[in-house]
């Protein structure tokens, strides 16, 4: 197959064409042959975008699929522009080891679905590395589910054993969520404190333990200096942030979204939104993570967190372009080339984020001059809804191919 277009990379925006032999990327550039596909210049080709932080609900116990499975995920995930995802470990069947890990493995190749899903690893109080490479989740603070630290001396304890391992951080202090537990608002029991002082714990854990780190879903703005400085010294240490964290602040709370608008952490100032959209477009923060939590609305105005995102991915990294000023290059680096870069470790010899020779032949093309209004209907997550529903983005999905097929 031969697909020509506006070819972006971080490098770059050029007008090419891509080969597709065998679901692998064999040419790129000014090719001969017939195209089988041209897109016009309206639309952008990416190397396929990846979410390094989903929660697909799915495992051996199948206690939480009514939510969300692996079928289902991939079918939100391929509407929202998405080839390859990483899903957490809070399973009601955590992996934690060989055993369970190659268990949850079984039970998603038994799923049979088109997109790359990248399994990590729980790390939990007395846990030990797999006898194999796979990326790690360390959660410090209650999340959902209860692979979790009640203290950073406990966790400090535990990661001594995983010197050299890929880690990724839940940073919010237990100890200072334990001693805010009884204010009033979930912004309130999860203050920006929590996370500034956790974010001090696992820059020195990636420090003390030469752990290759990432943190999660970042949200304090006074945390970026961390970071930068993290960095300066050689730290090798990456970070997320959400689609609701770089959208929505603290002033769009109201008493009748507050249940769906709840998330761990939670969302916080406006000049915390825009502190995380200057660290993502400068490059401080390295990825667009959806950490897509797919409950349904009942149970999150009971009170559990988290938000669905896959189905909307790509259409919201239009609006970044178009009214946030970020270049499509910034986009290629942080939807494909960094998510890619993230997991090809443990997906070999698959190689993901690239359009390069070599690489796996999944793209995400998007169209900015067709606008998108998201509804509840036209979604596959499961779930079936989404905080943006109602909104307009400026541009959408044109097309996604899954190792030189297109998905309809």
């Known amino acids: ?31 001969p042959g017939e195209p089988d596909t041209v897109y016009s210049d309206d639309c952008l080709i990416f190397a396929g975008m990846g979410d390094i932080h989903i929660h697909a609900r799915d495992d051996v116990s199948e206690e939480q699929i009514y939510k969300e499975d692996f079928q289902t995920v991939s079918a939100a995930a391929i509407h929202g522009g998405i080839v390859q995802v990483a899903d957490m470990p809070n399973n009601p069947a955590a992996p934690i080891d060989d055993e369970s890990y190659a268990a949850k493995e079984e039970h998603l190749r038994q799923r049979d679905v088109p997109i790359q899903v990248t399994l990590y690893a729980g790390i939990g109080p007395g846990t030990k590395p797999l006898s194999r490479k796979v990326p790690y989740k360390a959660y410090m603070g209650p999340s959902v589910g209860d692979l979790f630290f009640k203290s950073l001396a406990q966790l400090d304890e535990t990661l001594s054993a995983y010197r050299g391992c890929h880690v990724s951080f839940h940073c919010e202090d237990p100890e200072l969520l334990d001693a805010a537990a009884s204010a009033a608002t979930h912004e309130e029991r999860r203050p920006p404190e929590c996370e500034l002082s956790a974010t001090k714990f696992a820059l020195q854990m990636i420090e003390k333990y030469e752990l290759i780190g990432k943190l999660c879903h ?21 970070c997320e ?3 609701h964290h770089l959208y929505y602040d603290d ?27 200057d660290a993502l477009r400068e490059g401080t923060l390295d990825y667009i993570a959806t950490d897509h939590a797919p409950h349904t609305k009942e149970e999150n105005e009971r009170g559990i967190s988290g938000q669905p ?18 270049s499509p290059e910034r986009i290629a680096e942080v939807c494909s080339a960094n998510p890619g870069a993230f997991v090809n470790p443990f997906t070999a010899p698959k190689k993901f984020g690239r359009l390069e020779p070599g690489y796996v032949a999944s793209v995400t093309v998007l169209n ?41």
């Open 368 to 408: 900015l001059s067709r606008s998108w209004t998201v509804k509840e209907k036209d979604l596959k997550t499961k779930c079936g809804w989404s905080p943006f529903a109602g909104v307009t983005f400026p541009g959408s999905v044109e097309a996604v191919y899954i190792e030189g097929k297109r998905q309809e």
């Open 309 to 326: 995102h896959l189905d909307t991915f790509a259409a919201f990294t239009t609006w970044l372009m178009a009214e946030q000023n970020f």
């Open 218 to 238: 970042y949200s304090v703005g006074e945390g970026i200096p961390l970071i930068r400085e993290a960095r300066e010294k050689g730290l090798p240490v990456t």
């Open 251 to 277: 002033s769009d709370l109201t008493d009748e979204n507050r249940g769906w608008m709840q998330m761990n952490p939670p969302l916080r100032k406006n000049a915390d939104k825009l502190a995380m959209l």
């Open 241 to 243: 942030v959400t689609p």
């Open 1 to 31: 197959m031969l697909i020509e277009g506006q070819l972006v990379s971080p490098e770059g925006v050029t007008k090419g064409r891509i080969r597709f032999e065998e679901g692998i990327i064999t040419a790129v550039g000014d090719l």
